[in-house]
């Protein structure tokens, strides 16, 4: 099946760094997703990308959809404490025939901040 | 602004006791579809339904049944709990090839 593989699986970092992640896959993906997991909750959607090429920022986020549609990247500048969480990759992919659109998911990105 | 609401947020269960655990979105989603996070394992997909009055399987649906009977509302099932479906349940909803949104999940323990 579909598969992302998402890297680095964690980050230890200072306050005020940047951070750097990315998923890339064997297959073509149409929509990108970037979601944060803080403890205890839900995922919580950061940014999607619609378009190949795709540059897209929130606030200090900035995600990119490749241009091979095989990849993505999420980079978070002048990391604070509250960046703190785990960060998922997700994309649907029209391959295999599904109906429903399945969405596909990273292992996701343990990110620590150090004050 | 509600958004998926999940109930209960925790549960404690003794091998082979049943439960349903319910979800409920307000924003008109047409998709909906339930999730158990184990460590490592990453987000899974049991159980999905496109619209009022259809479900199917999802990747891990052994032992796990659902209904939609009504369009904002998705339950999971619990027929005979066992200590393998100990996890946190997520719940999520969606229009087609839309970014899905998910409720905080409930942590539920099977002894």
């Known amino acids: 099946g579909q598969q992302l593989n998402q890297s680095p699986q964690s980050m230890f970092i200072q306050e005020g760094e940047d951070v750097s992640m990315n998923c890339t896959s064997s297959?073509?993906?149409?929509?990108w997703l970037w979601y944060k997991q803080d403890p205890g909750e839900g995922p919580v959607l950061l940014i999607a990308l619609y378009k190949a090429g795709e540059l897209t920022s929130n606030g200090r986020l900035t995600a990119q959809f490749g241009i091979t549609r095989k990849d993505s990247f999420l980079n978070i500048s002048a990391s604070i404490p509250s960046d703190v969480g785990i960060y998922f990759c997700a994309g649907y992919s029209n391959a295999g025939g599904t109906s429903y659109g399945k969405l596909t998911f990273g292992q996701g990105t343990i990110l620590t901040v150090h004050p | 602004n509600a958004g998926v609401t999940q109930t209960p947020k925790f549960r404690v269960l003794k091998t082979g006791q049943s439960m349903t655990l319910l979800c409920a979105q307000d924003m008109n989603h047409e998709y909906m579809y339930w999730y158990r996070q184990d460590p490592g394992m990453g987000l899974r997909l049991i159980h999905y339904s496109v619209g009022e009055g259809t479900t199917a399987k999802g990747e891990v649906p052994d032992g796990y049944n659902v209904s939609r009977l009504k369009k904002q509302n998705f339950l999971l099932g619990l027929e005979s709990a066992a200590p393998s479906q100990t996890s946190v349940y997520f719940c999520?909803?969606?229009?087609?090839?839309?970014?899905?949104?998910f409720g905080d999940g409930t942590r539920l323990s099977i002894l």
């Open positions: 999520a909803s969606s229009d087609r090839y839309q970014p899905q949104h």
């Open positions: 297959s073509i993906f149409n929509t």
